[in-house]
């Protein structure tokens, strides 16, 4: 651990969750049939995208939280329709929550193998669902831009 | 400020340094012509990206460190080729550098006007500009997709 200290657990909490809402919006912004079916270049309509991210931030939490290295993580979540997967994904904003709030500042810090197979601290772990989210996110707003549909606001947070 | 310390303030740069050099082969990745033509559904070319992102970063830093709230910034980065905005993505790495080292614990809670316009704690700032290059380079991700150009591999810091 160095010096000086970025954020805490609770900004990045609400920084997350910030991203969460902008991207419920991106999925909104989608028809269903565009949502399941429409992609650029050979890569995954952005159900698939989006149905990776609920698989990974509330899911890899209570991993981390339970000290569980299980390759096949969780139950998988598995939403066929738009209205599922947006059900889902407020279910996971509270799963993240909670499971987000157990951390205690030492553990940010420890070195966990996530998956068996991502071995870095946790807090490492974390930015990357973050980022992972953001990532998938933009491609999303270029479908929807290829799609002639305005993505939402960035920061209407 | 909250309880828990998430990471620390050098943690922070080592994320953002490494999200960097994904970011640079991802403009390697592109043929010059297509780094400066190529768009999809009327965004920008991939190159007006990336001097976005090379206008904010350092400069910003810089206006933090100085206090400055100057609605226009720094000095504009307006490179003309693929190769100078190469040497200008490596210039502002060690920018960014210097200027993050002088930033103190205190100043990443301070809420910062940055441009006059964007008034947030300047943790918060800082994690707008990560996020906006992974934004961002996700984007170039699918245009690379779409000229049939395979990304760099993100995990490879």
């Known amino acids: 651990m160095n010096t000086k200290n970025f954020m805490s657990g609770e900004q990045l909490l609400a920084h ?76 996971q904003t509270d799963v993240i929550n909670s499971y987000f709030v157990s951390l205690s500042e030492e553990r940010f810090q420890e070195t966990f193998n996530l998956y068996g197979e991502y071995n870095f601290p946790i807090y490492q772990n974390i930015l990357y669902f973050i980022d992972n989210e953001i990532h998938h996110r933009a491609q999303g707003f270029v479908y929807l831009r290829a799609l002639g549909i305005a993505p939402p606001f960035f920061w209407e947070l």
Not at 37 to 65: D, H, T, W, Y
């Open 16 to 91: 997350w969750q910030g991203h969460r809402k902008v991207t419920r919006r991106t999925i909104e912004a989608f028809p269903e049939q565009e949502l399941y079916q429409f992609s650029i270049g050979g890569m995954r309509p952005f159900s698939e995208m989006v149905i990776e991210l609920l698989n990974i931030g509330g899911q890899a939490l209570k991993m981390i939280v339970e000290n569980s290295t299980d390759k096949n993580g969780g139950e998988e979540i598995q939403p066929t329709t738009k209205l599922e997967i947006l059900a889902a994904w407020d279910e």
